[in-house]
């Protein structure tokens, strides 16, 4: 299944926005779902997820308290919902699903074999 991001934009700081992540032809069944970002110059970071095993969700220390993540009940989308966003959490942000194996590597992209397209995040002073 494809994903495909929507929802991204411009925000002022302290602001929110939500993104969405949908599956394509489909739904994301047992996969793991999972957000991650990168801005201009930076490596591609983890931000948050879901583990299909557990239905455990994972967040990144850098928006853990301000991002939350959210899959509706048919397993087709994974909502980020961005609060309280700050300068620093402008970048791409990407949807990516796959099967991890070992919870220690859900915040690898490694482990991820599908991605998105990207939607653009920025968030102005």
């Known amino acids: 299944v494809q994903p495909v991001e929507s929802g991204g934009g411009v925000v002022q700081a302290g602001g929110s926005l939500r993104l969405s992540c949908t599956a394509s032809g489909g739904t994301f069944g047992n996969d793991d779902v999972a957000w991650f970002r990168q801005a201009p110059g930076k490596v591609r970071e983890f931000v948050a997820g879901?583990?299909?095993?557990?239905?455990?969700?994972y967040t990144s220390d850098s928006v853990k308290g301000r991002f939350t993540v959210s899959r509706d009940t048919g397993k087709r989308t994974l909502d980020l919902q961005m609060n309280s966003l700050k300068l620093e959490d402008t970048a791409v942000y990407f949807c990516?699903?796959?099967?991890?194996?070992?919870?220690?590597?859900?915040?690898?992209?490694?482990?991820?074999?599908?991605w998105g397209q990207g939607t653009q995040v920025t968030v102005s002073s």
């Open positions: 990516a699903v796959g099967k991890v194996t070992q919870a220690a590597d859900f915040r690898s992209p490694a482990r991820y074999d599908t």
């Open positions: 879901l583990r299909d095993f557990d239905g455990r969700t």
